[in-house]
């Protein structure tokens, strides 16, 4: 089984590809290809997926080693020397001021390896000795030094989203540095260290799935990759937090789309994908690492609109979350994700796979329906997808204050995560459960479905909507289920209402316990005294209607004919009872036992002197 399609290739972006005369870089912050052609003047074209290109032409000064945009776009920053970088500034308009201002690292004979916008007016340098951190002032054009570390740097990576960075002292190393940038200062966290191997640059980088940010360092056994360490980075503690298993490949690519990791594989043209949320594995032995096997089938890249696959490039770099560029042929993708194409041999985790993903609720429905419809999936599964939804539910309406009993998935699975799909009653029971008997669904299959989804909603002390328990009732009429009626309601599964009250009590000539199962559900609620006196008196329980009103307060107030009229056709002693009881109301209220005029009471009055007197 192969998920075909799953992750495709969008039109691609074209550029003028690398050439004598062109040299081609590509920012991820600002998810733009810079392609810089030289010859007497420097033609930088700006592209970026989804948006307008830019062209500046500058004075050709020499070969651009290295080339970004500001986060506002409003400064372009060259590194054309090994010790210094140079500023432009960009007006409205788009024109680019040929003036440039000048800065280097602190030590000013440390070669720079590379730099980042760390904010929109803020760089850091990072040098084979140093970190440093400079405030950028572009209407003076001035660039103010603020902080720096002194390490020794032989390669680094960093995350453009929250601004952590790795360095590593040697080429091949088995030891790694996490710093922090915040507030225009460096902060220092913990050490990696790797056991076992060593690592080089392309072994490392920082990716963010579930708003969180993690290290991935390639497990590497006998010159290929088994498998991926990643580290989390919350509170600044770096701690390994997961371990990804796959088939050994020698050279992998790793990328993020819509909180999935995808490994890419150049030999195999293969993609393996992985949800942390979906908690495939187990903890490794009993240390706070989680290990995870590929989420979902394996799949290949597609074209757009194709669910065939298309080969892995050696001329494609990858870069995060979701770009390939392939500067040889000058075409840069972006990957998405087609969620209908996704297979899984578990119900449960492509339940778990669906309520995580942006627009995956049309998903989501739609697979319950199939799972509804087939035998192979299990009660036992539908408690557990349903006990996700419900979590992804409470989370949302409770911002996520959940007890740890209502973590999604097992007993190991982070309950921070939160699911995007949110699910109510009024869906399920539309798209789902509704309309299956006219798709075909046998009614004892449909039956067991919404009772697991009602032993959900008690779990998470959720009140059943009316519309789900009138169906239970109804479905148990139609399988002649009575008893298990009976239970679910003894049991708080159906909980109780005035409406089913009355829907149950006209059950009674086909289940005869449901009289009393409905006069049980009223007293229970309490403030449905009246209703309960109105089906005792339909019922021809006088006495009991009489006795109920005594009890609840209600004996000076009800209406005296209401109740004579009940029982004046009933036994002589029910009768005798009801009577003598408005005789002392009378009594006791007036002073006399006899009735008003206006209480219209005089048949009854005539009845009882004729039968007792």
Not at 41 to 49: E, L
Not at 188 to 194: D, G, M, P, Q, R
Not at 347 to 372: A, D, F, N, Q
């Amino acid at each position: 089984m192969q998920s075909l399609g799953l992750i495709e290739l969008s039109e691609p972006v074209s550029f003028d590809p690398v050439g004598l005369a062109t040299t081609v870089f590509f920012d991820t912050k600002n998810q733009q290809v810079f392609s810089v052609r030289s010859g007497g003047a420097t033609g930088i074209i700006v592209k970026s997926p989804g948006k307008q290109q830019k062209t500046f032409v500058l004075e050709d000064k020499g070969q651009i080693l290295s080339i970004k945009l500001s986060t506002t776009q409003q400064v372009l920053s060259i590194q054309r020397k090994k010790t210094s970088l140079d500023l432009h500034n960009i007006d409205e308009t788009g024109q680019i001021d040929p003036n440039e201002y000048s800065f280097g690292p602190k030590n000013k004979n440390s070669p720079i390896l590379g730099y980042f916008w760390s904010s929109a007016e803020e760089i850091v340098t990072v040098s084979d000795g140093c970190l440093d951190v400079f405030t950028v002032v572009p209407s003076k054009k001035l660039v103010k030094y603020m902080r720096s570390s002194s390490t020794s740097i032989a390669w680094f990576i960093h995350c453009p989203v929250t601004n952590l960075i790795v360095t590593a002292s040697k080429l091949e190393t088995s030891s790694l540095q996490v710093w922090s940038v915040k507030n225009s200062s460096l902060i220092k966290l913990s050490v990696i260290e790797i056991s076992g191997s060593s690592v080089k640059e392309k072994d490392v980088s920082l990716i963010n799935v579930y708003s969180r940010c993690y290290v991935r360092v390639n497990v590497i056994k006998d010159g290929c990759v088994c498998g991926i360490d990643l580290y989390s980075t919350d509170n600044d503690q770096v701690t390994l937090a997961h371990h990804l298993v796959f088939t050994p490949t020698p050279t992998i690519g790793l990328q993020t789309l819509d909180n999935l990791i995808l490994v890419h594989s150049l030999q195999e043209s293969t993609t393996s994908v992985f949800d942390l949320a979906c908690n495939v594995g187990d903890k490794i032995d009993t240390s706070s690492v989680t290990r995870h096997d590929a989420t979902i089938s394996a799949t290949s890249l597609t074209e757009k609109n194709s669910c065939a696959s298309v080969d892995y490039l050696p001329s494609w770099v990858v870069f995060l979350p979701n770009i390939l560029v392939d500067a040889r042929n000058g075409h840069m993708w972006t990957l998405s994700l087609k969620l209908k194409r996704a297979e899984c041999e578990d119900p449960i985790v492509l339940c778990r796979l669906y309520l995580h993903r942006t627009g995956g609720k049309p998903h989501v429905l739609s697979h319950l329906k199939r799972c509804l419809q087939s035998s192979d999936v299990s009660l036992q599964q539908f408690s557990q997808m349903f006990h996700d939804i419900m979590v992804s539910y409470c989370q949302h309406q409770n911002a996520g204050d959940l007890p740890g009993v209502y973590m999604l998935g097992s007993k190991n699975v982070n309950k921070q995560i939160q699911a995007v799909v949110v699910l109510d009653q009024s869906e399920l029971f539309t798209t789902l459960l509704a309309p299956a008997e006219k798709e075909g669904v046998k009614l004892g299959r449909i039956q067991g479905v919404l009772v697991e989804l009602l032993l959900t909603l008690k779990n998470f002390k959720i009140k059943p909507r009316q519309f789900i328990q009138e169906m239970v009732i109804n479905l148990a009429v139609k399988t002649q289920q009575y008893y298990q009626m009976h239970q679910y309601i003894q049991y708080g599964v159906i909980s109780d209402s005035k409406h089913l009250a009355c829907i149950i009590l006209s059950l009674e000539s086909v289940y005869t316990p449901a009289r009393q199962i409905a006069l049980d559900m009223m007293s229970r609620l309490g403030n449905a005294v009246e209703e309960l006196i109105e089906i005792c008196l339909a019922e021809g329980k006088a006495v009991q209607a009489v006795n109920l009103a005594r009890e609840s307060g209600l004996s000076d107030t009800i209406c005296a004919r209401k109740f004579l009229e009940a029982s004046k056709n009933l036994d002589q002693l029910t009768f005798f009872n009801v009577f003598s009881f408005f005789e002392e109301r009378n009594l006791r209220l007036r002073g006399s036992s006899r009735f008003l005029a206006d209480e219209k009471c005089e048949q009854f009055v005539e009845q009882f002197k004729k039968t007792f007197l």
